[in-house]
């Protein structure tokens, strides 16, 4: 029977540090008495402040592999949660594509992060992968995409982090979703440790290194750029590769604390971000250090970059325009007090209420 006031969290897999773990994290933390369902769970490779929740994982966790590689689990995802059954009043599903396949006893809201990559980027989301990866999810992807699409009309509610996924939503789900931006947690009041090695005065760039994050071409346009440095900040499958390419006045750190994280958008002179962001996570960032972004015109960014206000953009993530951008962006002037605003607008506090102006909603209608 489920419980009056009951409410549970469901997430797709918690095995990395990203702004979909920040948000779940902003989750637990308003609601703290909710489990967290999630397929599997890498301690050491996600935030640590899980540990203070109550994680419940699927049995594909038993599998250590598919805790450290969760690509693999792919094949395995749509089933584990469409078994997965959650007993509460308001279950919240942070998704980019597997948590809303859970069934919900309650009132179900989905916060979809983007639609499945997989399924509907294959191209930018395999770049790079195995030749048999992308024969396997040719395979995979007429099946995956019915159940994804019946997945998505499960939901009583809809929230989604940007006007851009909004209308990605519309058009593969036929849904009307409403855009509550996440919470920007990294802020530049917390304690700021220096970075060894690394002197002030640089260009930051802050991603996971997967293909389709187009942080190769960032380090590349620096070959253009010799009196600029770059530092990045980040870890992923291509982090050797990017290494052992990048010019000498390029720097990559690999993972930092976010101590170390606010000292560098604090040492720094700007943001550079290439990616195909659903959600512009890292200028929000910056923007609360007082520094602009020079961002691709694409996706997330739309929302989270004020063209001549809080940054700048290129059109194509390729070296020559990257590089220009940067020039661009290290000459202009920029008002700090402009920026720490419209990072202001991405506060935890305001995703919170707006995420509890959903729940109560769907309370009353249980």
Same mark, same amino acid.
């Not at 967290?36 to 929740?53: A, C, K, M, Q, V």
């Not at 293909?211 to 750029?225: H, I």
């Not at 659903?278 to 961002?295: C, K, Q, Y």
């Given at each position: 029977m489920t419980s009056p006031g009951s409410l549970a969290l469901v997430h797709d897999?918690?095995?990395?540090?990203?702004?979909?773990?920040?948000?779940?994290?902003?989750?637990?933390?308003?609601?703290?008495?909710?489990p967290?369902?999630?397929?599997?769970?890498?301690?050491?490779?996600?935030?640590?402040?899980?540990?203070?929740?109550d994680i419940r994982t699927l049995p594909l966790d038993r599998l250590g592999i598919l805790r450290r590689h969760h690509r693999l689990a792919l094949p395995l995802l749509a089933p584990a949660f469409s078994r997965l059954r959650v007993d509460a009043e308001v279950v919240i599903c942070s998704s980019s594509g597997w948590a809303h396949g #859970?069934?919900? *006893?309650?009132?179900?809201?989905?916060?979809?992060?983007?639609?499945? &990559?997989?399924?509907?980027? $294959? +191209? %930018? !989301?395999?770049?790079?992968?195995?030749?048999?990866?992308? #024969?396997?999810? *040719?395979?995979?992807?007429?099946?995956?995409?019915?159940?994804?699409? &019946?997945?998505?009309?499960? $939901? +009583? %509610? !809809?929230l989604v982090n940007s006007r851009a996924v909004r209308a990605r939503v519309a058009d593969l789900y036929g849904i009307d979703a409403d855009?509550?931006?996440?919470?920007?947690?990294?802020? $530049?009041?917390?304690?700021?440790?220096?970075?060894?090695?690394?002197?002030?005065?640089?260009?930051?760039?802050?991603?996971?290194?997967?293909?389709?994050?187009?942080?190769?071409?960032?380090?590349? $346009?620096?070959?253009?750029?010799?009196?600029?440095?770059?530092v990045v900040v980040g870890s992923g499958p291509l982090a050797q590769q990017i290494a052992a390419s990048a010019p000498a006045n390029v720097t990559v750190l690999g993972r930092v604390d976010d101590a170390g994280l606010?000292?560098?958008y604090r040492s720094s002179i700007g943001l550079v971000a290439a990616s195909y962001e659903?959600?512009?996570?890292?200028?929000?960032?910056?923007?609360?250090?007082?520094?602009?972004?020079?961002?691709l015109r694409w996706g997330g960014f739309l929302d989270t970059v004020v063209e001549g206000s809080t940054g700048l953009f290129f059109d194509r993530p390729e070296p020559p325009l990257i590089a220009e951008a940067?020039?661009?962006?290290?000459?202009?002037?920029?008002?700090?007090?402009?920026?720490t605003a419209h990072a202001g607008q991405f506060s935890t506090a305001r995703f919170v209420e707006r995420i509890n102006v959903a729940v109560d909603e769907e309370r009353r209608a249980h």
């Open positions: 897999y918690l095995t990395q540090q990203g702004g979909a773990e920040r948000v779940v994290l902003a989750l637990a933390e308003a609601f703290p008495a909710a967290i369902h999630t397929s599997l769970y890498d301690p050491d490779g996600t935030f640590p402040e899980f540990s203070r929740y #859970a069934h919900a *006893s309650g009132r179900k809201i989905v916060y979809c992060h983007t639609p499945a &990559r997989w399924l509907y980027q $294959a +191209d %930018r !989301y395999l770049a790079g992968s195995p030749r048999w990866a992308a #024969a396997t999810l *040719s395979v995979l992807t007429p099946p995956l995409r019915r159940w994804d699409r &019946r997945a998505a009309a499960s $939901a +009583d %509610r !809809y855009v509550v931006p996440p919470p920007v947690d990294v802020t $530049a009041g917390g304690d700021a440790e220096p970075v060894a090695g690394i002197a002030p005065g640089f260009v930051l760039c802050v991603s996971r290194l997967l293909p389709y994050k187009n942080v190769e071409a960032v380090t590349e $346009a620096f070959r253009r750029l010799p009196d600029q440095r770059l606010r000292w560098l659903d959600f512009g996570l890292t200028p929000v960032e910056a923007a609360g250090f007082g520094r602009p972004t020079a961002a940067v020039d661009r962006l290290a000459a202009a002037s920029w008002q700090a007090d402009t920026l």
